[in-house]
């Protein structure tokens, strides 16, 4: 039985659904991950997707996936306490300059998060930047938000207004939406998965750019470029912000 109250909360991350904690005790390296509602009185869809990813806990490992512990109450709601692998929210990292070589740890830790959730049959269904946790420093990756992963290999969605159709619209794969003569598998992960791999690589590209204009300017103090094509000048250029 965990006692959540011996510990102090920091808030991760938070959407229209769900908030997610990190709760430490005095004098204690272990953490804990908390995922609760928003609302003070949730929807019932809302609290099935907590009991569903605990009934998951026996299927998910710890080496890729923030494993549930229990579910338990805090302040009169239902929530779920999940194992803290550390790491933070990737959505909490983009934005910031990136190295390739980090990069390319994410983005094979990843795919391996995603094969190893495969090989379990299961499909995540709501993979983004919000449900990846990712060290900083290592590159490690570890998926949560498994409240609408499905056990099926296969399965189709009937079609439904987007304000109402589970999951984040704007990192599903389209038959999630079912507006397309296509069955949910394996790889509607993979089509969500290339989106925050391409913001990361993106912010990659943009800091490498700037490492290397930064070395130009540093050696050109009239900030332009050396005469090209027969003597004429180039125009300068003004990075784009990251």
């Not at 109250?5 to 005095?26: A, H, K």
């Not at 397309?180 to 394996?186: E, F, L, V, Y």
């Not at 930064?214 to 004429?232: C, E, L, T, Y």
């Amino acid at each position: 039985m965990i006692d959540i109250s011996r510990y102090v909360f920091e808030t991760l991350r938070e959407d229209e659904e769900f908030v997610l904690d990190r709760g430490q005790r005095d004098g204690d390296l272990s953490a804990i991950l908390v995922v609760a509602p928003v609302s003070e009185h949730p929807v019932p869809e809302i609290l099935e997707r907590l009991e569903h990813e605990y009934a998951l806990r026996d299927e998910l490992d710890s080496a890729w996936a923030a494993r549930p512990l229990t579910l338990a109450h805090r302040e009169d709601r239902t929530v779920l306490i999940l194992e803290d692998p550390g790491g933070e929210p990737l959505d909490r990292l983009l934005g910031q300059p990136m190295e390739i070589s980090w990069f390319l740890r994410f983005a094979v830790g990843l795919a391996a998060a995603l094969g190893r959730l495969h090989q379990q049959g299961l499909i995540h269904k709501d993979i983004k930047p919000a449900n990846i946790l990712v060290n900083s420093a290592t590159g490690a990756v570890w998926l949560t938000g498994f409240g609408i992963a499905s056990r099926l290999p296969r399965e189709r969605q009937s079609p439904e207004p987007p304000e109402i159709i589970a999951g984040t619209l704007a990192y599903m794969a389209p038959e999630q939406t079912g507006r397309m003569n296509r069955s949910i598998d394996s790889r509607s992960d993979l089509y969500s998965w290339v989106s925050p791999s391409t913001r990361c690589s993106r912010a990659c590209c943009l800091s490498s750019l700037r490492i290397r204009w930064s070395g130009f300017i540093a050696i050109s103090p009239d900030n332009q470029f050396p005469p090209v094509n027969g003597g004429r000048m180039c125009r300068q250029l003004s990075l784009p912000s990251l």
